[in-house]
């Protein structure tokens, strides 16, 4: 049952009566589009940037460091586009004319700056005792825990599970932005560098040559791979230091603050990504600041399993013996031998998601209804979604092999229903989900509207 609040022209959206009963002050501000608990969010301090990070800029706008001469970091992580893909391609093509098809879908570099290292277990600290527990180790650890369900009520209770957690690329496998870095400046399917050596004379005999000399030594072109080293910390200084990577100005960063309204489809968005029997989505996408008032940045960092459909659009998954496992290869290898972990990939930030044009690691998806439509629908009408094969049965989770699909998330909601149960999102609320996702991207300009009518503070 749902009450609306006519008062003062502020008809909104419908409160579940049962927040009436129990918190009738939030419930009224909430029906009109209010944040009840305005906080002052503590954003990440905008400074000059340093001159290593004024060089990391260049670095990562300049296609000469590539095979093709035609390809920068900005060529995929495109500044239009939250530093995300700018088309609907599935996986981008890199390599020395631009032809060589990557893997995954291209991932923001928006909001990675409190991204944590990798880690299986709860606060794990790394130098506790001399020496720490290895990986595998850690993983052998977590298997004799039990998994606590993860729903959007408590999601705090989820953070002492014993899981992968943490780590950048869509498995966890490099840990800082200058580790990351090497990654696609050598990747043959991406900028396709070739060696240090080659990059180091590039630029040696570049515009950059003195910024080089000046910051890091009159000798340091003596050493290709400290050359290397250098770019690669000075693209990272870059990533951390520029508030382009964590501007913080959605709508929804101004609704935290106070200073904005929902309008109705964003409120009942906001409620049904947060109602542990609707969506859930803010069990794993955080959408509430820290206790130190740091703004949420929709995922708990997290490793889940979610089973999402193969993607034909990908070239290496012609071969049908090809699988991306993510946590257990084939691109990171430590964790090859832990089963349980084949077929997890990191919870991406929701941020800016309605930039995108394709949507999780292998981009199957191209709108944001059909990912919606998926997580309401994947066990209830898989047809719609995953193959048949030869017997006619739906293959369900077909991106993975038949082994590891037990691992697919089955017990969070919305995951837990089976055929027949009713959807955990209607139709309109699904329309109201999205409405509320593009309240995540930045550069919203309060209007007149929200101003006249946001809370004072
Ligand atoms: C050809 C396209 C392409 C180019 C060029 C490219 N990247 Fe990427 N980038 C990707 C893809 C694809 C991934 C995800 C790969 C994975 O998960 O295995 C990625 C991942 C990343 C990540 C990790 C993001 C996360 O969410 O964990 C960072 C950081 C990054 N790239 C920075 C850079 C920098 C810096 C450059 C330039 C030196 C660059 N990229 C050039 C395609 C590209
Ligand atoms: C159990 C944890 C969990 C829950 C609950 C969950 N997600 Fe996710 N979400 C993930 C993971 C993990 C991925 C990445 C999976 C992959 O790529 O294989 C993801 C990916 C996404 C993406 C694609 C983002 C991108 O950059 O490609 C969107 C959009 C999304 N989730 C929205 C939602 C919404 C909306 C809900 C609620 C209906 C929701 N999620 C519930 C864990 C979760």
């Keep these: 049952m749902t009450v609306l609040v006519i008062g003062g022209g502020l008809a909104q959206a419908p409160i579940p009566w049962s927040m009436w009963y129990r918190r009738p002050l939030e419930a009224f501000w909430l029906a009109q589009g209010l944040n009840p608990h305005p906080i002052r969010l503590v954003r990440p301090p905008v400074r000059k940037l340093t001159a290593v990070a004024r060089l990391g800029q260049k670095l990562f706008y300049d296609p000469r460091l590539s095979a093709s001469g035609r390809m920068s970091c900005a060529t995929c992580h495109s500044p239009a586009h939250a530093f995300g893909p700018p088309d609907g391609a599935a996986v981008a093509r890199g390599g020395p004319a631009l032809k060589t098809p990557g893997v995954r879908a291209v991932p923001s570099l928006r909001y990675l700056y409190r991204q944590p290292i990798f880690s299986i277990g709860p606060d794990f600290a790394a130098g506790e005792n001399d020496r720490g527990p290895t990986l595998s180790q850690q993983a052998q650890q977590?298997?004799?825990?039990?998994?606590v369900r993860k729903t959007a009520r408590s999601p705090r209770a989820a953070a002492a599970n014993w899981v992968p957690e943490g780590g950048l690329f869509w498995d966890g496998r490099a840990d800082t932005l200058q580790q990351q870095a090497s990654g696609p400046l050598f990747n043959p399917a991406e900028m396709d560098a070739g060696t240090p050596a080659r990059v180091a004379l590039l630029l040696e005999h570049s515009g950059y040559a003195e910024d080089f000399r000046r910051l890091f030594g009159a000798g340091i072109f003596g050493d290709p791979r400290q050359v290397v080293a250098e770019a690669t910390f000075a693209l990272a200084r870059y990533q951390i230091e520029s508030s382009a990577f964590h501007p913080f100005t959605s709508k929804f960063d101004a609704w935290l603050a106070g200073k904005a309204r929902f309008d109705r489809a964003e409120l009942q968005g906001y409620l049904a990504f947060n109602d542990p029997d609707k969506g859930n989505c803010a069990a794993c996408h955080l959408d509430r600041p820290t206790r130190d008032g740091l703004p949420p940045l929709f995922t708990d960092f997290q490793y889940e399993a979610l089973?999402?459909?193969?993607?034909?659009?990908?070239?290496?998954?012609?071969?049908?013996?090809?699988?991306?496992?993510?946590?257990?290869?084939?691109?990171?290898?430590?964790?090859?031998?832990?089963?349980?972990?084949?077929?997890m990939f990191v919870t991406p930030?929701?941020?800016?998601?309605?930039?995108?044009?394709?949507?999780?690691?292998?981009?199957?998806?191209?709108?944001?209804?059909?990912?919606?439509?998926?997580?309401?629908?994947?066990?209830?009408?898989?047809?719609?979604?995953?193959?048949?094969?030869?017997?006619?049965?739906?293959?369900?989770?077909?991106?993975?092999?038949?082994?590891?699909?037990?691992?697919?998330?089955t017990t969070d909601a919305p995951f837990h229903r089976h055929p027949g149960d009713p959807p955990a999102l209607t139709r309109a609320q699904i329309r109201d989900v999205i409405a509320f996702l593009k309240t995540l991207t930045d550069g919203y300009r309060p209007g007149d509207a929200d101003r006249r009518r946001a809370m004072p503070r």
């Design 142 to 147: 977590a298997t004799r825990h039990i998994r």
């Design 307 to 343: 089973g999402v459909p193969r993607n034909p659009d990908i070239p290496a998954n012609r071969d049908p013996h090809y699988y991306d496992l993510g946590l257990c290869g084939p691109f990171r290898t430590d964790l090859r031998n832990q089963a349980a972990y084949c077929g």
């Design 349 to 409: 930030s929701l941020r800016n998601v309605a930039t995108r044009y394709v949507f999780f690691h292998n981009g199957v998806f191209h709108s944001l209804t059909q990912v919606l439509e998926w997580y309401v629908n994947r066990d209830l009408h898989p047809s719609r979604f995953y193959p048949k094969d030869a017997a006619g049965r739906v293959v369900k989770y077909d991106d993975m092999p038949a082994r590891y699909r037990i691992n697919v998330d």
